[in-house]
């Protein structure tokens, strides 16, 4: 039996050569994101992985339908698999924000899931590190935001020269939008939503495309492409650019109005972070939406927010195509050598006592060769081999620098390298 | 829009006075079962949530059918969100057991979904810790397994006193089984099967109701009582006892026939950890289930393997009444204090420079009052309120001890208390 088509299966390491991935890489990288979280304050969360098929569809507008795990539960409900974790959140804070002092900053690391269309390496589910930042309209909590994400990319020791933040805002593509409006015909609802979808993919669409696209809604492909290039910033993207740069953050982010993200519920800034290189899709993204929580609550809570999703799998790519992950291969720290098996009770005493002080301990579970055990510490890249000469005293060979020294067994643990 | 029936939210500490989860005390639990895992040299792995249904019907019999999150995904598969890890366990093993050493020592820690009946703390979802030993038949691998579960109890403060490993073995049952249906009419593949359901219900069955049960198989419940009364350990049982006794461990565990373990696939030794008191449901189970990984990967893999699971929330509820469970309302390790707004920048620079330094640091976002402040620092339970006097130095506040003292802001970091 075969594990599902863009699921995957996580290996301790060393791992077989063959396509599945890495539960250490796994670890390492949730760990780093928790770490730089705490830091800035953050505090942990998390929903549920299912949920009401109802609270993806109110927020995300169409282009969200026919990509989820969706189906009819055994009580009749219509539910889904998560494909994104903001809706939750919101749904979260709408029920219980009397209770959290604002601004609420909040972090996760779900597992989200698309039905996506199977193509070779791409995945159906994935995690990702989320970060929220809910009740503060000003631009500073952008930055706050934005820092974050810097940070969380530096922890893993990416820098300028790998990665850059392209920082963009509805707002300016909003006036932009409307001013090219004047004077035309009143516009529907659903026009400016459209707009933003072809800014979204004018980089990956061609031009003659965008332009036929573009001129339906009563613009041409030269003047939004004029204000691309003139890159101004808004006054609050020129805010978020001080306060980074107060941070010493400054050559991390750059203003690029090519970004716009895709999903309908953004309304003010918005970013995404790419490799300088740019070899891989984007790391992370994010950006203001400030109506999604009233939306969500019914009217009931109206609070501004913003936030971004930083993804395990472009991110791993990057860190592996960089060198910057380290080997997972030694988690061994003694290996008890049992050489006669009439002391096997008093080493038991002795693994159970080394790995209540904290030592990740493996000794051989029946009668093996001591030569046999010793290679097998030897493979395990164990730091210490440990054997009870007799039931007072121990053997212990540190492997690394090959000293080997007998002490008594209660004093085993502080002579252990 | 509200969350499914059955299912939790997590949210950080101090929790609304709500039915919701704690955030923190999962993170709580996660951590100590990762520590203790690691000690005992256990690998971590993970796989996904969903998977084929066919790998939960091939292996856990009719008992598992009809209470699962199954559905048709859009390919036309039938899959289901995972009930248990082993069956996946198994068909990763079975996929790659040539690059593995055995004995293979691994752990997860997975959330697992049924789709129960709804009552009134019965959850859909809990998380799991589940840890398995592949590749051993002697019962020194049950015992070290059991010792892992002694360990992983232990971890959080609960003894002895707490409670006990409920031992048995489904070997001594089955030859209890065979010697009763000596000379009575041949019995069905499934007779043994029912037989070992009506033992693992009798706690939980009214006499007469198993009385007739059994009577229907060829047994009365006086001589299983007796059986179960009589309590003689099989030899597999008195090795894994001994075994643990040389640990220091043989308070924590007791032969008791009346545990069987409801699923079909496990074929030695079974154990139940429960609380001593007897308030609450099994805090965990496992077994020996040798047939397991040949099942699943269709004859082609046979391996010997055992496994438990340790579900996070009769845990939980254990380590509340037994006021085990910590605080997890302080996290913040710096509050930078901006009193005067001229400094904003150089105060945003150190609060970059102490995380960077790895201190949890919380300021205000804007312009807010300092007595404000200082009363949201002191709600935050900060440990330290850091404010720049000037340029050049900074004014440190410990909050715990009431000190005060002025250093270079270059200095800040060595000061903090």
Redesign the interface.
Known sequence: ?????G??????E???H?D?WS??A??FIFEKWRTVA????F??????????L??FT?KSGEEIAGQL?N?????G?A?T?RPEMTPTLA??IA??E????K?VK?FALP?L?R?ER?QKGRLR?HFQFNADLIG?T?P??DA?LI?LLI?ALRAFGLTEKDFIIRLSSRNAWQEFYKSGRDGVSPSQTSDEYNFFQIIDKLERTPPEESETKLAALGFSLAEVNQFIESGRPTAELESIL??LA????KDFVKVDYKVIRGLAYYTGVVFEAFDVQGQFRAIAGGGRYDNLVKL???GRVDLPALGFGMGDVVLLELLKARGLLPKFDS??DVFVLIGDEAL???S??L??DL??A?????YP??AVKPDKQFK?AQ?LKTANVVQLENSDYVRIRDLRVRKEIVVGVADTANHLG
Chains 1, 2 share one sequence.
């Open positions: 039996m075969e594990r599902l088509p699921f995957r299966d996580f290996y301790p060393p791992l077989p063959t599945v539960a250490d796994r670890q705490r830091r800035y304050n505090r942990e969360y998390d929903g549920p992985p299912l949920e009401s109802e609270l109110t795990y189906f009819t539960d055994k009580g409900r539910v698999l749904r979260m029920a219980h009397r209770n959290y002092k601004p909040w597992q899931f039905y199977q589910e503060e000003d500073a909590a706050e820092a940070d001080q306060n107060a941070r010493g953050l969500i609550s019914g988690t061994t096997r009770p008093q038991l005493k693994v159970q790995r209540a904290g030592y990740a301990v493996e579970l029946t097998r493979e």
